[in-house]
């Protein structure tokens, strides 16, 4: 009984940058691993990242590498998407999940999810 609500997404030109905040619901959300995922028109979801309750583990797609990076603040019930160097192909619409681990999350497995926000990239 966890809700998850996304804000940050924006238009943007090739290059630029957006930071994608989740924001959750109740103290417990923070028992959860997080993750970020994408769906763009015609395209099957896709995983972005994932982030352990602990932080201690890191997942992110091979796409994404080095020029994304997720976090989490526990106290503020808050996971984080800094997305940097983008690109036309990352316009999509971004979804906020939990799980119960981070490895899990990296294959799809999730149990809340939130309603998404949309990240358009001009070039």
């Known amino acids: 009984q966890v809700q998850l609500v996304e804000s940050g997404g924006g238009l943007v030109q090739a290059g630029g940058s957006l930071r994608l905040s989740c924001a959750a619901s109740?103290?417990?959300?923070?028992?959860?691993?997080m993750g970020w995922f994408r769906q763009a028109p015609g395209k099957e979801r896709e995983f972005v990242a994932a982030?352990?309750?602990?932080?201690?583990?890191?997942w992110y797609a091979d796409s994404v590498k080095a020029r994304f990076t997720i976090s989490r603040d526990n106290a503020k019930n808050t996971v984080y998407l800094q997305m940097t160097s983008l690109k036309p192909e990352d316009t999509a619409v971004y979804y906020c999940?939990?799980?119960?681990?981070?490895?899990?999350?990296?294959?799809?497995?999730?149990?809340?999810w939130g309603q998404g926000t949309q990240v358009t990239v001009s070039s």
């Open positions: 999940a939990a799980g119960p681990s981070s490895y899990e999350l990296k294959y799809g497995r999730y149990k809340y």
């Open positions: 109740g103290r417990t959300s923070s028992t959860y691993a």
């Open positions: 982030i352990s309750v602990s932080a201690g583990t890191i």
